[in-house]
């Protein structure tokens, strides 16, 4: 058996890591784990456990995109014989990916309550275990709608720490419907032709792609900044019958032809948020789920899809409202509040309101 010497060692190792840093548009090679580290530099006081419970998030969306890439395979695809609490049939997948993250997350001490898009109330850590000061609110599979037809969908998760930082005893729905701006942290894992990891703990957005040969996430993209404006609009104008009379001028002055002002715009609607929101976050443009006839509210989770998308959006220079009020200012009233939505490139936000306040 041939043996390869120290110095030929060496070698390949500086060899594998020039063509891995060839894909990255980062200065240097960083792994999630080292980059949560990093960061603690911000937080004098910290003990290291939110550190920890990063550690087990991530672990949960290693195992879902293993699962989600072996969906077929393992019999997950399809529906089962139940509906949501917001009675949508619930996909095999949904299910999964809700337990995957439940086991995750309930013993690690780190937290004291969770609450999922899945769920109808909130999620006890079970007794027996330790409760800390964190609270994680997490959409498990957003798009569940395309899992069928394998087109990307992606887990959404959001952190807050709990009202009460000193108590040991199990988390309240008062912890959870805390307004988006006292997130610690939020991000969302897109499960597609590779499993990209967006995350901001309010320093900046960076972004991790998922390297199976290592079995780590790395860091792609750091401090992501949207441009002012893009040329994308995403929106299910299948709707259009049902808008306001805003957003209908609204969108028909996106597809007008003026050179100027790069007009007409591209639609691009894949129908997952965080597929349409990558999208948006790396081009620029806008995404609008807006109110309609048929939902006065809007159709998106405030607490689970909202928020840690909306945080993620400012933190790359961007804009997210409900057409009127800042997503992060809004104060929930209940765990599974919805809410219409307009976010992307701060130009392109502020043209649509500018249209919706028109009478």
Known sequence: MCKISFH?????????????????????????ERHIAEEQQYHPT????????????????????????????????????????????VKKLDEFANEVIFR???HGGHLCVMASEESEGIIHIP???????????????DGSSNIDVNTTIGTIFSIYRRLDPSSVEDGSE????????????????????????????GHGVDVFTYDQTIGDFLLTHEKVRMPHKGKIYSVNEGNYSRWSSGLKRYIDYLKEHNAE?????????????????????IYGGIFMYPADTHNPHGKLRLLYELNPLAMI???????ATDGYNRILDIIPTHIHQRSQVFMGSLGDVLEAEYYLSQI
């Open 127 to 141: 007794k027996e275990y330790p409760k800390g000061k964190y609270v994680l609110l997490f959409d498990p599979l």
């Open 8 to 32: 030929d060692a060496i070698k390949k190792y500086f060899f594998i890591v020039i063509i891995i840093m060839s894909f990255l548009r980062v200065s240097r090679l960083v792994t999630i």
């Open 261 to 281: 002002t790069s007009r007409p715009y591209s639609l691009r609607y894949i129908g997952t948020a965080v597929a349409d929101i990558h999208r948006t976050l």
């Open 313 to 319: 959006i400012e933190q790359a220079g961007g804009r």
């Open 46 to 89: 910290a003990t290291g456990e939110y550190s920890r419970l990063l550690r087990d998030l991530t672990l949960a969306l290693r195992i879902i995109a293993r699962d989600v890439r072996r969906a077929g395979l393992n019999d997950i695809l399809g529906i089962t014989d139940s509906t949501n609490v917001h009675g949508e049939t």
């Open 174 to 201: 008062e912890d959870v419907l805390q307004p988006g701006f006292k997130q610690v942290a939020a991000g969302y894992a897109c499960y597609g032709s590779a499993t990209t990891l967006v995350y901001t703990s």
């Open 104 to 106: 995750a997350m309930d």
